[in-house]
């Protein structure tokens, strides 16, 4: 019997981590006790394990993933007995590499014996729900099944990790199988999450909603006087749909209808699949919007523009959730494209704190955040972060006074302005840039009071 010790390092995590879950299954069913925890526990420093499994999440976060492998290297009695794969650990093996010792599993779990002691593939296996249980942290959502039955993505679009990491688009298996395992074992959940990249790809389409409807989640379905719900969490690809394929979702209780609108290109087919699938009867959207990748501030407004004149239009509801571009070598989320200036990016961020990440199709409501013309919009997002995000403590003095200040520049001198920003985000010596920089000082000090 092992002692095994599995670790998710203490980031932000929505999801379960689908992996470690199912390395748990994996060791309980061999007779091996498994523990889990989230982040650095001292107690679990001090104890002796036969092997330790770490997780990693996206690359920005690898930083704290390699601070999570030194604290519990010394718990086993080899470098080697420390396992680290998922995201992080396949785009960047060699950041962990350089920093430390341990044995990094790169890409899916998908073949024999990846792990030693004869393992099955592992992906295969149905995650351990019960290990949840030992941690305080609330992933989302919750009761709920989460399946996977394709891999891979037919699209290879430049700013997405998915063809690094599953380069095969195939169908994987019966998701009506993986839904009765996870009952039998764990019994029924209220929810379904399907975390497939592009689901609607596969030739399986109609068989996969025949499943979801057998197992329960026929449109109107509802468990223990509740709504159940079935989400397409990664999206589903406005280009693929069609009224055939709108007719089969509307036979699921498919909650909520996620797109993404990551580029100007696709906004023809994009209007068309919501027209299709308000047309079948769904009036509730949520819209990925990628930004700071080849687009620019103008780019991003008029796309959330588009969904607040299709809510209108059509009586339903396309709520924005605009998401920032990090390229996959990035490990500090500063990266800011030609398209953008660092005030900019700073100013959405603001924005979205203060709108929970989200941006209603009210046109009150969008107007007030993100303004009433493209002008006042990039205006918003150069202000300091206070007035953005406490937009009506200040609007009556400080603002204003930011706002004359900086309506008398030129667009020159916006221009030189932002990019003066940009350099004392990244200063060691505030201070002194700040006094380098007279032509701005009264501007300036609304940003650094006192600076």
């Known amino acids: 019997m092992g002692n095994i010790l599995l670790i998710e390092p203490d980031y932000r995590a929505k999801f379960p981590p689908l992996g470690l879950m199912r390395i748990s299954t994996f060791h309980k069913d061999r007779g091996d006790m498994v523990t889990f925890a989230r ?16 997780s990693s999440l996206f690359t920005y976060e690898l ?26 650990a396949t785009l960047l093996p060699e950041y962990i590499r350089e920093r430390v010792q341990c044995s990094i599993i790169e890409g899916p779990l998908d073949k024999p014996d990846m792990l030693g002691l004869g393992t099955p593939p592992i992906a295969a296996l149905v995650p351990d729900y019960d290990m949840l249980d030992s941690v305080t942290w609330k992933y989302e959502p919750q009761d709920s099944y989460f399946c996977r039955v394709t891999t891979g993505c037919i699209r290879r679009c430049k700013f997405c990790a998915v063809p690094r990491l599953e380069p095969t688009f195939r169908y994987l298996g019966n998701l009506g199988g993986q839904i009765r395992e996870v009952r039998a074992r764990f019994g029924e959940k209220q929810n379904l999450v399907l975390l497939d990249n592009n689901i609607l790809a596969t030739d399986q389409f109609k068989n996969i909603i025949e499943d979801i409807r ?35 979702l509307a036979s699921i ?59 209108r239009e059509l009586g339903i509801r396309v709520t924005g959730f605009p998401m920032r571009y990090v390229p996959i ?42 303004g009433e013309s493209y002008d006042e919009f990039l205006e918003i997002i150069s202000m300091p972060d206070r007035y953005i995000i406490h937009r009506n403590r200040y609007k009556d003095r ?36 700040i006094a380098s920089h007279r032509k701005f000082k009264p501007l300036l000090e609304h940003y650094y009071p006192g600076g």
């Open 329 to 370: 070598d990035d490990i500090n989320r500063q990266y800011v494209s030609n398209g953008w200036r660092w005030r900019y990016l700073r100013g959405i961020q603001c924005i979205l704190l203060a709108t929970h990440g989200i941006v209603s199709p009210n046109p009150e409501f969008f107007q007030a955040a993100f």
């Open 398 to 433: 400080e603002a204003l006074d930011w706002k004359k200040l900086y309506r008398k520049l030129s667009q020159t001198e916006r221009e030189e302005f932002l990019s003066v920003l940009a350099i004392l985000n990244k200063s060691r010596n505030r201070k002194a840039d």
């Open 253 to 311: 209780c498919l909650s909520p209808v996620r797109f993404a609108f990551d580029f100007d290109a696709v906004e023809d087919s994009y209007r068309r699949a919501v027209h299709i699938m308000a047309d079948a009867g769904f009036n509730e959207f949520t819209t990925y919007v990628m930004f700071n990748f080849d687009d620019t501030p103008l780019s991003l407004y008029k796309r959330l523009m588009v969904n607040i004149e299709l809510s």
């Open 39 to 54: 982040g650095k526990v001292p107690a679990l420093r001090n104890a002796d394990w036969h092997r330790i499994y770490i």
């Open 63 to 88: 930083p704290r993933t390699v601070e999570t492998i030194k604290y519990y290297a010394h718990a086993v009695t080899s470098p080697s007995a420390i396992f680290v794969g998922g995201i992080g």
């Open 214 to 248: 057998r197992e329960g989640f026929e449109a109107g379905a509802k468990r223990n006087g509740r709504k159940r719900t079935v989400d397409f969490n990664q999206g589903i690809d406005a280009r693929l749909i069609t009224p055939q394929i709108a007719k089969l």
